[in-house]
C-alpha cells in the first residue's frame, strides 16, 4: 500500500482485499472436499455446488486493519498478509459456529453455511478454519517475519480466539438470563468482537517487529474500535435495513438477545424499561410475531436503548482514536487507521 | 521417565499421566466458567456441578506416545509435555465434537458432554481446546526446544489437525453411503486416527530437535499403528463389552457406520455379504431393534469382516513395528514405544 496515502475506506477496503485474498483462496484450497466447497460457499466465492459466483464476501475490515497495522509499524502490507489470512479465518470459523448456536438463516444475504449443507458439515469447516489460522501465520517467516516474532503472532492469534470463543459462551448465557448490566454486557462485547478486532490492529505490526509500546497503542486502539463496532452492530440488529444489513430483520429481538441497546434500556428504570422487561420475561410472548418484535424495539427506543448504544459508540471511538494517538504513528498511518475507524462506526450494513 | 526402561504399558501410561497432567489441567484452567467446568467434566476431572471426581479419563495413549518420541529422540520427556499437552487438547476437541455430530450419549461410561450441557456449549468447548492446542505448544521454548523446532512443531500439529477433520469429514459422508470399498475406508481411517496418531509419534522428538530420518520413522510408526488402533476401535464398536469399552452396545451398527469390517464383509461377495448388503440399504430396516444389529453382526462375521479387520490390525502394526526399526532408536527407546503399540493393538477398550 505504497500509494494509498488518501484512500477512501472502501478503496482501502478493496485494496486490501486485492492484497491478501489469494493467500486466503490457498489456504482454504487446501482442504479436501467437500469442505473447500462449503468453506469457498460461506466465503461467497461459490454457489452450493461449487461454481464461482461473485458474491458478497463481507466488509473484510480485519484484514484490511492487520495490514495497515503492519505498515504503521513501518513494516510493508506483505509482511501483515499471514496475519490478515489468520485472522480472517479466525472471523469466519466463528461466523460459521455462530450462526449454527444462533440458528441464523441468513448471512450477507443468502442461506447460512449449516442451513444449506447440515449442522455437521458447517461445524467440521469451522473447525478447518480455527485449525488452518495457526498455520496460515507460519507462513510469516517466508514473508520476512522473524522465528521468535512469529511464535508472538501466534500466541496473541490463539489468546484473542480463546476471549472470542469465552465472549461467545457469554453470549448464549446472556440469552437464558435476565437483568444482564451494561458493564456485563460491555464485557461479553469485548471478549465477542473486541479480542479479535484488537489482534487484528496489532498482529500486522508484530510481524513487523513492533515494539510493545506500538504494539499495545494498537491493542488498545482495536479493542475500543471492537466495541464501537459492536454497539453499532447492536443497532443495525434492531434498527438495520435487511436489505442492508444481509441479515433478517429484528433477528437479534426475535432471539430476545441481550444486546447493548436492550441492557440499557432495562437498566433505564422508566415505564418503558419496565414494560420492556414485562414483555421480554413473559413466556407467552411470541417471538415470531412481527407486531409483537415491533413493539420491542419501540419500547427500547422510548427507554433510551438506541441513544445510549450511539453514545456508547462515539465514546468507544473517541477512546480507540486516543490511543491511536499515544502510539505516535506517522501521519499516514495514523490517517489510513482512523478512515477506516470512522467507516466502521458510520456504516449502515 | 529416566527410570522406566522396564515398564509395562499400563505403568507407562500411568507415568506419563502423571507428567502431562499438571500441564494440561492449567492450559484448560485458564478457560472462563462455565467452559472450564465442561472442559473437566469431558476430562472426567469434575462431575457436571464442577465437584472434583476421579471418573475415567481416558486411555490417554497419545500423550504417552508424544514423551516416549521425545525420549526415544534423546530428549528428556520435559521437553514433551507441551506436545502432549497439544495433541490430548486436539484428541479431546475431536471427541466433543464426534460426539455432538454422531450423537452418541455416552463416552466413558458417562454422559457426553453435549447431552449434559447442551450442543451449544459443547461446540464452544471443543473450539476452545481446538484453539489452546497450538498454544499449549508456544510453551515449548520456555521447556528448552528452540523457535524453529517449536514452529515445527505447530506445523505438524495443525497439518495433523486439519487432516483430522477431513477424515472425519470423510467417515460422515461413508455413512450416508453405500458401497464404500476396503481401501477407501483405510484412507479415512488413515485421516480421522492416524494422522494424530503420527503426529503424537513425531511431535515430541521434533521439540527435542530430532533430524528428518528420526522423525519420518517415527510418523510412519504413529500412522500405521493409528491404523491397527482404529482397526481394533471398528472391531470394538462391534464386538466389544460396553461395559469395558464405555459407549453404547452396538453404537456403530446402529448408525450404519461403514466401519472397517462393515467394507470388507460387504466385499467379500458371499450369500453374507448380499444379505448384509440388502439389509443396511434396506431403509424399512429398525436401527433400535437388538435382533436386528445381532443380525448384522452375525452376518458380518459370517462374511468375513471381522477376521479381515483381525488381520489388518495385525498388518498395520507390524508396519509399524517396521517402521520403528528403521529409524535405529536405542533399545530402550524402542522397546517402550513396542511395549506401548502392543498394549494398543490387544486392548479390549
Same sequence: chains 1, 2.
Avoid at 93 to 113: C, N
Wanted: aromatic share 6%; charged share 20%; hydrophobic share 40%.
Amino acid at each position: 500500500m505504497a500509494d494509498n496515502a488518501s484512500l477512501s475506506a472502501p478503496a482501502l477496503l478493496e485494496h486490501s482485499r486485492a492484497r491478501y485474498t489469494p493467500a486466503l483462496r490457498e489456504a482454504v484450497g487446501r482442504l479436501a472436499a467437500p469442505m473447500d466447497t462449503i468453506a469457498g460457499y460461506h466465503f461467497g466465492w461459490n454457489d452450493r455446488y461449487g461454481c464461482p459466483t461473485a458474491d458478497d464476501a463481507g466488509k473484510a475490515v480485519r484484514p484490511a486493519l492487520v495490514l495497515l497495522s503492519a505498515q504503521a509499524a513501518g513494516g510493508t502490507d506483505k509482511i501483515g498478509i499471514p496475519g490478515a489470512v489468520a485472522v480472517e479465518l479466525v472471523h469466519n470459523f466463528s461466523l460459521l459456529h455462530d450462526d449454527i448456536m444462533d440458528g441464523d438463516h441468513t448471512r450477507r444475504g443468502r442461506p447460512t453455511a449449516w442451513s444449506v449443507f447440515g449442522t455437521a458439515q458447517a461445524i467440521l469447516v469451522g473447525d478447518a478454519l480455527l485449525a488452518l489460522a495457526p498455520q496460515a501465520l507460519l507462513q510469516a517467516t517466508e514473508g520476512g517475519s522473524s522465528p521468535a516474532d512469529t511464535l508472538r503472532a501466534i500466541r496473541q492469534l490463539t489468546s484473542s480466539t480463546c476471549t472470542l470463543i469465552e465472549g461467545q459462551c457469554q453470549d448464549l448465557a446472556f440469552e437464558k438470563s435476565d437483568g444482564i448490566s451494561v458493564a456485563e454486557c460491555l464485557v461479553m462485547e469485548g471478549g465477542k468482537t473486541g479480542a479479535l478486532l484488537a489482534c487484528a490492529c496489532r498482529i500486522g505490526a508484530v510481524l513487523a517487529g513492533a515494539d510493545d509500546r506500538i504494539s499495545h497503542a494498537l491493542h488498545r486502539f482495536g479493542y475500543h474500535l471492537g466495541l464501537a463496532f459492536q454497539a453499532v452492530d447492536d443497532l443495525l440488529g434492531i434498527w438495520g435495513d435487511p436489505k442492508l444489513t444481509g441479515k433478517a430483520r429484528w433477528g437479534d429481538l426475535r432471539r430476545r438477545k441481550n444486546s447493548l441497546p436492550v441492557c440499557a434500556a432495562l437498566a433505564g428504570g422508566s415505564t418503558a424499561s419496565r414494560r420492556l422487561s414485562d414483555l421480554l420475561t413473559d413466556p407467552g410472548s411470541a417471538d415470531d410475531d412481527e407486531w409483537q418484535l415491533a413493539e420491542r424495539a419501540t419500547l427500547i427506543e422510548a427507554a433510551g436503548g438506541r441513544a445510549y448504544a450511539e453514545a456508547e459508540a462515539r465514546r468507544q471511538h473517541a477512546t480507540a482514536l486516543a490511543a491511536l494517538s499515544e502510539g505516535h504513528f506517522s501521519d499516514r498511518g495514523e490517517e489510513q487507521l482512523t478512515t477506516l475507524a470512522a467507516f466502521l462506526v458510520n456504516r449502515e450494513k
